[in-house]
C-alpha cells in the first residue's frame, strides 16, 4: 500500500484548506471548549470511517452532529434507537405497489450522507447489527437487491455508559465498525458560562452557512490516502499493533484491519492538522481512540480499555 504512495507531500488546494480550517472553526463556535473531540470527528469523516461518541447524555453528542451536517451541507437524518426499533425501521421496506404490480424498495432514514444513530445500544443486537453491512460497504442488500447508499456516508452514533438502565453492549464486529470511539464529557467552566449566556444552540444551527460542499469532502478523502508515511512511521505503527497481541492484560489484541484503521486515521489527522505527511504524534493522538474500544482484556489486570491504551503508547518508543 505505501509503495503506491508519492514520494513527497501533496499540498491541499489553497481554497479546499481554507473551506476545511472555516468548516473546523464553525464548528466549534457551536461545540464549546471540545476542540480535540471536533477535530477527532472530522479526522473520522475523512478517514472514511465512522465515529461511536460514548457519553452521559445532554453534554453535545447530538448538537456535535447537527452542526456537523449543517456545516458540511450533508443531507441528515436521525434515528431515535429504542428497543422496539426494529431493521426495517431503518434500511426501509419492499412494498407491493399495485398500479405497477410488483414491489418497490421505500428506502429508510439510513440513506442519508450523515446519520445519527441516537443511543445505539438502546436498541436490540438485531437492529444494531442492521447497520454494519452499510457501514462497511456503504450499500444495503432488502430482498437480494443492493442498494447504494449516498457518498459521502458518515454514521456518528451516541451510546450511553453501559451501567445506565436499559442498555446493550455493542457487540465486537460492531465496535470495529466504527473508526474512532471518543467521549465529550462536562464542558470547562469559562465554556459552560459562555453556553449558558448565549443562544439557544439550535437557533445557532438553524443560522450556520455551509462551509464546505460533499464533492469537496470526496476530494480531502482522496488526498488522505495521498498523505506520505515513511518506513520508520510504519514501524511504530506496527510496534503499536504488536505489543497489543503480547500484552499480559490483553486477550485479543488490534486486527490487521484495525492496523490499516490507525494509519488511515493518523493520515488524515496529519491532513487537518495542515500537513500533507504523518508524524509519530499524528499515530500517538488518534491511537487511544481508535484501539481502546477494538481490544478485549484478559481479566488480568485492573485497567480499562481506555486506561491501558493510554499505557501502550508510553510503551513502545518512537524511534
Same mark, same amino acid.
Given at each position: 500500500?505505501?509503495?503506491?504512495?508519492? +514520494?513527497? =507531500?501533496?499540498?491541499?488546494?489553497?481554497?479546499?484548506?481554507?473551506?476545511? #480550517?472555516?468548516?473546523?472553526?464553525?464548528?466549534?463556535?457551536?461545540?464549546?471548549?471540545?476542540?480535540?473531540?471536533?477535530?477527532?470527528?472530522?479526522?473520522?469523516?475523512?478517514?472514511?470511517?465512522?465515529?461511536?461518541?460514548?457519553?452521559?447524555?445532554?453534554?453535545?453528542?447530538?448538537?456535535?452532529?447537527?452542526?456537523?451536517?449543517?456545516?458540511?451541507?450533508?443531507?441528515?437524518?436521525?434515528?431515535?434507537?429504542?428497543?422496539?426499533?426494529?431493521?426495517? +425501521?431503518?434500511?426501509?421496506?419492499?412494498?407491493?405497489?399495485? #398500479?405497477?404490480?410488483?414491489?418497490?424498495?421505500? =428506502?429508510? =432514514?439510513?440513506?442519508?450522507?450523515?446519520?445519527?444513530?441516537? @443511543?445505539?445500544?438502546?436498541?436490540?443486537?438485531?437492529?444494531?447489527?442492521?447497520?454494519?453491512?452499510?457501514?462497511?460497504?456503504?450499500?444495503?442488500?432488502?430482498?437480494?437487491?443492493?442498494? &447504494?447508499?449516498?457518498?459521502?456516508?458518515?454514521?456518528?452514533?451516541?451510546?450511553? =455508559?453501559?451501567?445506565?438502565?436499559?442498555?446493550?453492549?455493542?457487540?465486537?464486529?460492531?465496535?470495529?465498525?466504527?473508526?474512532?470511539?471518543?467521549?465529550? +464529557?462536562?464542558?470547562?467552566? @469559562?465554556?459552560?458560562?459562555?453556553?449558558?449566556?448565549?443562544?439557544?444552540?439550535?437557533?445557532?444551527?438553524?443560522?450556520?452557512?455551509?462551509?464546505?460542499?460533499?464533492? @469537496?469532502?470526496?476530494?480531502?478523502?482522496?488526498?488522505?490516502?495521498?498523505?506520505?508515511?515513511?518506513?520508520?512511521?510504519? +514501524?511504530?505503527?506496527?510496534?503499536?499493533?504488536?505489543?497489543?497481541?503480547?500484552? &499480559?492484560?490483553?486477550?485479543?489484541?488490534?486486527?490487521?484491519?484495525?492496523?490499516?484503521?490507525?494509519?488511515?486515521?493518523?493520515?488524515?489527522?496529519?491532513?487537518?492538522?495542515?500537513?500533507?505527511?504523518?508524524?509519530?504524534?499524528?499515530?500517538?493522538?488518534?491511537?487511544?481512540?481508535?484501539?481502546?474500544?477494538?481490544?478485549?482484556?484478559?481479566?488480568?489486570?485492573?485497567?480499562?480499555?481506555?486506561?491501558?491504551?493510554?499505557?501502550?503508547?508510553?510503551?513502545?518508543?518512537?524511534?
Amino acid at each position: 500500500m505505501t509503495s503506491t504512495m508519492p +514520494d513527497t =507531500p501533496v499540498a491541499l488546494p489553497a481554497e479546499l484548506r481554507t473551506n476545511l #480550517d472555516r468548516a473546523v472553526a464553525q464548528v466549534n463556535s457551536v461545540v464549546l471548549g471540545k476542540a480535540s473531540q471536533v477535530n477527532l470527528a472530522f479526522v473520522s469523516l475523512l478517514a472514511g470511517g465512522h465515529l461511536l461518541i460514548e457519553d452521559l447524555p445532554g453534554v453535545g453528542k447530538t448538537t456535535l452532529a447537527h452542526a456537523l451536517a449543517a456545516t458540511l451541507d450533508l443531507s441528515f437524518q436521525r434515528i431515535q434507537f429504542t428497543s422496539d426499533l426494529l431493521p426495517s +425501521d431503518i434500511i426501509g421496506v419492499s412494498i407491493f405497489e399495485r #398500479d405497477h404490480n410488483r414491489f418497490e424498495f421505500h =428506502p429508510g =432514514p439510513l440513506f442519508a450522507q450523515l446519520v445519527l444513530a441516537d @443511543e445505539i445500544n438502546r436498541a436490540t443486537p438485531k437492529t444494531q447489527s442492521a447497520l454494519l453491512e452499510a457501514m462497511a460497504e456503504q450499500q444495503v442488500t432488502v430482498d437480494g437487491r443492493s442498494h &447504494a447508499l449516498p457518498a459521502p456516508f458518515f454514521v456518528v452514533a451516541t451510546q450511553n =455508559p453501559l451501567d445506565l438502565a436499559g442498555t446493550y453492549p455493542l457487540p465486537d464486529s460492531q465496535l470495529d465498525r466504527f473508526l474512532l470511539r471518543i467521549s465529550l +464529557d462536562y464542558p470547562s467552566r @469559562e465554556a459552560e458560562r459562555e453556553l449558558l449566556t448565549s443562544a439557544n444552540r439550535q437557533q445557532i444551527i438553524a443560522k450556520l452557512a455551509p462551509c464546505m460542499s460533499a464533492a @469537496e469532502i470526496q476530494t480531502l478523502r482522496e488526498h488522505v490516502g495521498a498523505v506520505v508515511t515513511s518506513p520508520a512511521l510504519i +514501524d511504530y505503527v506496527q510496534g503499536l499493533i504488536s505489543i497489543t497481541r503480547a500484552h &499480559a492484560e490483553i486477550r485479543i489484541g488490534l486486527s490487521p484491519r484495525a492496523g490499516l484503521a490507525l494509519l488511515m486515521a493518523a493520515r488524515s489527522h496529519a491532513l487537518v492538522a495542515g500537513r500533507g505527511y504523518c508524524l509519530p504524534e499524528d499515530v500517538q493522538a488518534v491511537f487511544v481512540p481508535v484501539a481502546a474500544h477494538r481490544l478485549t482484556l484478559s481479566g488480568a489486570g485492573t485497567r480499562d480499555r481506555l486506561q491501558l491504551a493510554r499505557a501502550l503508547l508510553n510503551e513502545v518508543p518512537v524511534r
